[in-house]
């Protein structure tokens, strides 16, 4: 059985992986620190995302963009009218709680996009009281999670700014900047991880939803006449993901699995440039072996859809909490720039040398991925609780995990033996992540290495003075091997491109 949240949460915190934020102030709702493995791996993931969509890519650049910018980004963009959830407000204790959140808890039925007369309904019709007091709650209404702050020493109305809720706009907002000093032909995509902010009215489940959180995103833009010509389907059309479309939803079916070229066939994705990001990003933790049965695609309901968006499909997570988003992968349509073309009065358009004309892009899709998401997913997929060895193992993917080995010396009253483990260990350390240990018996030592996700533990033994030969052992199978030193560095090579 999978660990609950608050479990993980302890765990995480135990293990110096994350930590509440201000905990000896008493903490602060929504805001977590990453400790020092909690940093490695998440630097590690945001590489790997990095070289995935970018380096290995000839069609994508990246930028990086500020969290303050001018609040007409934020107009434009639609996030000062529309960025809202619906809250309610318990008319004793006063304690504020997202409206859908508490239907869904209670009533068990799906509150995905209903608005707030729909969630009054069924407020009234299920009797639904304050959790905390059991008292009625005042009427829904909107409530913006935008977050102030004030930029300059003056501070009135027109110092206001806002921490961004989404890296994406800073990706519009550069949009002829980027045209103009890179070599970027359509279709093409800019690439940009951050941090992102939200007041969320009910932070909740640690890492899952936070008020500050970081997000890894693409706008890719493609020219409004080739919405079907995606050069790289043949790559992904025989991808099968577990599929979960706005139909099925609404008929009460059970998701299904389909291939990517029969959901291009039976229309339930439309576009083929859509197809291919959502095979794609499928794609990026099936490569660091994340299990296909924890993953689906759903898709929005009508109701659900953003204020941007004509379409979007969600990457799932079977979070014990239940499937959830763990990625949105939204068809934004050509929404953002025309709206920044309108509020800015800049010219956001490319000329189109066979047509001869100016064009607007459309982004089809919008990968954007939650790292703060992507990290507890890790967790989760990693957790092992080995009753057979008495310790947790931690089988963390080998390019993701904070230590990929650590070298431990047999005893650490030999100084010939430590002096030559101390040798092997700075060679090693050139080249990657590694720790030394020299603490406990060697049995402790490779059980605090599992429970980090250590993937080789090598030791360094009497006869390897002798005959220049250490111990490789396995973090998942165990095993061992004894292998040269001369050949060591070579073999954990090796052992991370397998
Ligand atoms: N630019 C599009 C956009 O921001 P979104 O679905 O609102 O779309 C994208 O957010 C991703 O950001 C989500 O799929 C999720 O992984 C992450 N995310 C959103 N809100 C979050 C929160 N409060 N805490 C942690 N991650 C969050």
């Not at 490695?40 to 969290?67: F, M, P, T």
């Not at 913006?144 to 700014?161: C, D, R, W, Y």
């Not at 603490?439 to 429970?451: F, I, L, N, Q, T």
Request: hydrophobic share 35%; glycine share 4%.
């Amino acid at each position: 059985m999978s660990l609950t949240i608050e479990e993980m949460a302890v765990f995480c915190k135990k293990k110096g992986f994350v930590y509440p934020n201000s905990e000896i102030y008493g903490g602060l709702s929504g805001f977590f620190d990453y400790g020092p493995l909690g940093v490695e791996l998440k630097n590690n993931l945001k590489q790997a995302w990095w070289n995935y969509h970018v380096k290995r890519r000839d069609d994508i650049v990246g930028i990086d963009g500020s969290i303050l910018a001018n609040p007409k980004v934020w107009v434009a963009s639609g996030h000062i009218s529309n960025f809202t959830d619906i809250l309610i407000e318990c008319k004793k204790c006063h304690s504020r709680e997202r409206a859908d959140t508490v239907v869904e808890e209670k009533t068990k039925l799906s509150a995905d996009g209903l608005n707030v007369k729909q969630l009054q309904e069924l407020i009234l019709k299920h009797h639904l009281k304050c959790p905390k007091c059991n008292s009625d709650f005042s009427e829904p209404s909107q409530f913006n999670l935008m977050f102030q702050t004030h930029v300059g020493p003056k501070q009135n109305e027109e110092s206001i700014a806002y921490l961004r809720p989404e890296t994406a706009q800073l990706i519009f907002a550069n949009f002829k900047n980027i045209l103009d000093t890179s070599r970027v032909k359509l279709p093409f995509g800019i690439a940009q991880i951050g941090k992102a902010f939200r007041n969320e009215i009910a932070p909740r489940n640690f890492l899952f939803r936070c008020r500050e959180f970081e997000q890894m995103e693409i706008e890719y833009f493609v020219h409004p006449n080739h919405l079907q010509d995606c050069p790289y389907l043949r790559d992904i059309q025989n991808v099968e993901i577990l599929t979960y479309s706005a139909e099925m939803q609404e008929k009460d079916l059970e998701p299904q699995k389909f291939k990517m070229k029969e959901l291009l066939e039976k229309k339930i994705i439309k576009l083929s440039w859509h197809a291919y990001w959502l095979a794609t990003e499928y794609n990026f933790f099936m490569q660091l072996g994340i299990n296909p049965h924890n993953i689906r695609i759903r898709q929005h309901k009508k109701s659900e859809l953003a204020h941007y968006a004509s379409d979007c499909w969600d990457l799932e997570y079977k979070f014990p909490f239940g499937w959830k988003e763990l990625q949105g992968i939204a068809d934004r349509s050509d929404f953002d720039l025309k709206q920044h073309i309108k509020h800015s009065g800049k010219d956001l358009s490319i000329y189109d040398e066979e047509k001869k004309q100016k064009i607007i892009p459309l982004v089809i899709a919008e990968p954007s991925l939650g790292l703060d998401r992507s990290f507890l997913l890790l967790m989760y997929e990693a957790y092992y609780d080995d009753k057979e060895r008495g310790n947790i193992v931690l089988k963390l993917p080998r390019q993701l995990t904070p230590y990929y080995c650590a070298l431990f010396p047999l005893v650490k009253n030999k100084p010939e033996l430590v002096a030559f483990a101390e040798e092997v260990y700075k060679d090693i350390k050139t080249s990657y992540s590694c720790y030394y240990d020299e603490s406990g018996s060697v049995g402790r030592r490779y059980a605090r290495a599992d429970e980090i996700g250590v993937k080789y533990c090598i030791t360094i033994d009497f006869d390897s003075l002798d005959d220049k030969q250490v111990t490789i052992r396995d973090r998942d199978t165990t095993k061992q091997e004894r292998i040269p030193i001369s050949k060591l560095k070579e073999q954990l090579y090796h052992l991370y491109q397998k």
